[in-house]
């Protein structure tokens, strides 16, 4: 779906066209109530005297104010609970289209949407709801607030990244305490990522890690994936590699010297994990307390002449072997960074981690 913002003009087309549709089924340019409820008194017998008794008096408020809104609102709502959403559109429409200037419009229009979305009409009833936020005063209807509602029907309908950007923007300004923050900061983050705005996507997932433990459907590891962001753009980068080829060749010398405190300082000093093979990705936080020389003590380690079969254009794995340990063999595992924010680092190597065992 595209962008989705629409101009009143444009409603007023659409609305139009709903209103000539409906003359067409009996009502003139006058657009009496007794001609209207031609059209707009549906249902069974009980039904149809309700109506007939709610037109009847909304034909007698005729000044706009809360009483007369009170009858629009009762006459959407039967149609409402009836299923009649056809019905509840045109409704609203002609109303609309007869009173350009009621206050109340904004409530009309996400009733309008309302109906849209329950005819699956999804991308119509995303039109209303972003025009009810970006051209109408919000006001409270049973203490909820119109604009609210429309912004948390909108995060779920629309696709386009930076209408979206705009909806989570709106929500954390005008109702931080009313939303949950992790999962706005989180979303916002990957909106801002997919339009490619990288240092505020970052500023976003920044904002989310404080609210550890927020569940983030769709995103299991969300909080993982943002630290790990976050983390590799504060650190300073000065382990990367220019190649692949250049970073394993540095590890192979590395380890033909023998020299443990060599070897460690080519690892990647934020994000990097030592596992077994299948172990669940977790935060690495202990991992300053690991020391490879403890596993070194003076042994010759041996390594493959060639990366592994399993290696491709953005992982490889170097095979070791000869370690001090019950479980002799690790896998050395680089990484092709990702990291379109900074182009002078986006697309180098690191040394990312260490698998345990034999390669499954």
């Known amino acids: 779906m595209g962008r989705v913002k629409i101009h009143p003009v444009r409603l007023f087309i659409v609305i139009n066209f709903v209103f000539f549709t409906l003359a067409g089924c009996g009502m003139n340019a006058a657009g009496k109530t007794d001609q209207v409820s031609a059209y707009f008194i549906t249902g069974n017998k009980g039904q149809r005297h309700t109506f007939k008794d709610l037109f009847d008096l909304l ?14 609102k009762e006459i959407a709502g039967e149609y409402a609970r009836l299923r009649e959403y056809g019905t509840l559109i045109n409704f ?9 200037e009621d206050p109340y419009t904004a409530y009309y229009l996400l009733m309008t949407a ?5 005819q699956e009409a999804y991308e119509v009833a995303a039109l209303y709801y972003d025009l009810i936020v970006k051209n109408y005063p919000d006001f409270q209807m049973r203490g909820e607030s119109i604009h609210f509602i429309a912004l948390n029907q909108l995060i779920t309908l629309v696709k386009d990244q930076e209408q ?6 709106e929500l954390l300004s005008r109702f931080f305490d009313k939303i949950e923050p992790g999962f706005t900061y989180f979303m916002l983050g990957q909106a801002y990522e997919r339009i490619g705005e990288w240092n ?6 920044t904002n989310f890690l404080p609210y550890y433990g927020t569940a983030i459907p769709g995103f299991p590891d969300a909080y993982t994936y943002a630290k790990r962001l976050v983390d590799f753009n504060n650190s300073p980068k000065d382990w990367t590699f220019e190649s692949l080829g250049s970073l394993v060749y540095t590890i192979k010398s590395a380890l033909a010297s023998g020299s443990s405190w060599r070897l460690w300082s080519y690892r990647a000093k934020v994000n990097f994990f030592t596992r077994s093979w299948g172990q ?18 003076g042994n010759q380690i041996n390594y493959a002449s060639g990366l592994d079969e399993g290696s491709n254009a953005n992982e490889a794995y170097l095979k070791t072997w000869g370690w001090y340990q019950y479980i002799s063999t690790w896998y050395f595992y680089f990484r092709k960074i990702y990291f379109p924010s900074n182009p002078d680092i986006h697309g180098r190597w690191e040394w990312a981690g260490i698998y345990y065992g034999e390669k499954w």
């Open 59 to 72: 034909e007698q408020e005729t000044r706009s104010g809360e009483e007369q809104f009170a009858v629009v």
């Open 92 to 100: 609203l429409g002609d109303w609309m289209n007869k009173h350009p």
């Open 114 to 118: 309302y109906g849209y979305d329950q």
């Open 164 to 169: 979206l950007v705009w909806y989570y923007e």
């Open 200 to 205: 505020t996507a970052i500023q976003a997932y």
């Open 280 to 297: 669940e990705d977790e935060d690495n936080a202990g991992l300053a307390e690991f020391t490879i020389s403890d596993f070194m003590r």
